[in-house]
Each structure stands twice: as C-alpha cells, then as structure tokens.
C-alpha cells in the first residue's frame, strides 16, 4: 500500500464546474495535511493546509479532512483555466511531508 | 511572505564533476530546510533535512557523501552534487519552514549531467 494515494487523472472538469481532488494516506500518526499545486515544470505552491477534521475553506478552493478515514480532499469551485496544474497531497508526520503523485487536473474552456 | 529562492535555475554539467545547489530564504529566518528530487512523471521524494549549524538527516537509499548538504546560516542551505553521474540528472527542488510545518518550496534546479 502506497503511503499516499491519489487518482493520477487526468481529471476533466469544464470551466465553471467543481473540481474534486481525493487523497488517502497510510500513517495514521500524520496530524497536518497539506495541498499544494504543481504546474509543469514548475515547483510545488501551497494551496492549504488543514489539521482538524471538517472542512476549510479559502476562496474557491475547501479542504476537507476525515483523519477516522485517513482521506482528504480539496474542491475547487468555479474552476479556470489556471487551475489546470498537478495537485499533491501531503500529509505532514514530524515536520516531513510524504508526496503523493498527484493528481492532474485540466479544465476545458 | 516566505519567499524561497534557488540559484542556478538549470545547470548543465559533464559527468564526474560537481555541482552547488544554493536554497535561501529571503524575507524570514528557515529553521529547517529539506532537499527534494523530482524524475520526470514521479513524485516529489525527500532527500534530506537540514537544521542550521547541524549535519544533515539524510533519507534511507540516499548517499551522504555524494550528496553534501551545508546549513551555514537560518538563511541558506547548499547541495553539493559530487561526481555526479547522468543518472543524477534530475529536478533539485529546497523546501523552508519557519519553525512551523508549512514548507515553503524554492523555484528548483533542472540538472543535466552529460
């Protein structure tokens, strides 16, 4: 079993719609859940972070944790064209993050 | 905020030679920095944790002496790749904290060993 896990993609989503990204991880230990974005080429960019069960919200985009069910995930409402990019899920165990794959994301004008 | 910069951005080396990788913090003080190589198509994977004035932790399957990490100051960290081999040609990418999880990535270094 993959530390972290996530749906490679690529994940279609038309312009205006919610992106939904799913992540699940293995170390239950883990108690600090970041995403973050990756555009080709690129370095990885904080999007959030979320550390207590439930949702978080910051502008278009909202985390939601469920550490019971080690799953977290992050929706993108009102999805651009800008938010095509890779999106990783990190869960956080003493200060080091875990990376899963990610998730590529393309939204379709 | 937490601005994190790289420098070289791309460095194209012959093999057998060595490269330096330079990480800085530009507007706060890094308690810990963390190394990463990206291979095309594959996730990010930690190479090693560095703490100011400290050695470096390095992860298991990564090589200590081929892979010098220097943390001289709370503002910089350098990656020494020596000898280094076209297998070694990867994306380097520096990650900051300031003494709290969130890390703060640096832009990344494209390496290409000939």
């Known amino acids: 079993q993959k530390e972290v896990e996530q749906n490679s993609g690529p994940l279609s989503v038309p312009e205006g719609a919610i992106a939904s990204l799913n992540c699940t991880y293995s170390?239950?230990?883990?108690?600090?859940f970041f995403w973050y974005r990756q555009y080709s080429g690129k370095s990885p960019e904080l999007i959030m972070s979320?550390?207590?069960?439930g949702d978080k919200e910051d502008g278009r985009f909202t985390a939601q944790l469920n550490k019971a069910s080690q799953y977290v995930s992050l929706l993108i409402r009102d999805s651009q064209p800008s938010d095509s990019a890779t999106y990783l899920c990190a869960p956080s165990r003493w200060e080091k993050l875990t990376f899963g794959t990610g998730t590529r994301l393309t939204i379709i004008p | 905020g937490a601005v994190v910069s790289q420098h070289p951005s791309r460095v194209i080396c012959k093999s057998g030679t060595s490269v330096k990788i330079e990480c800085r913090s530009l507007d706060f003080q890094a308690t810990t920095m963390f190394w990463y190589r990206q291979f095309p198509k594959q996730s990010l994977m930690l190479m090693a944790t560095?703490?100011?004035?400290?050695?470096?932790?390095?992860e298991q399957g990564v090589e200590k002496d081929k892979f010098l990490i220097n943390h001289a100051s709370l503002t910089l960290s350098t990656l020494t790749v020596t000898s280094a081999h076209p297998e070694d040609s990867s994306f380097y990418i520096c990650s900051a904290t300031q003494g709290k999880e969130t890390q703060y990535f640096g832009p990344g270094t494209r390496l290409l060993v000939l």
């Open positions: 560095s703490n100011e004035g400290s050695k470096a932790t390095y």
């Open positions: 170390d239950r230990v883990s108690q600090s």
């Open positions: 979320i550390y207590s069960n």
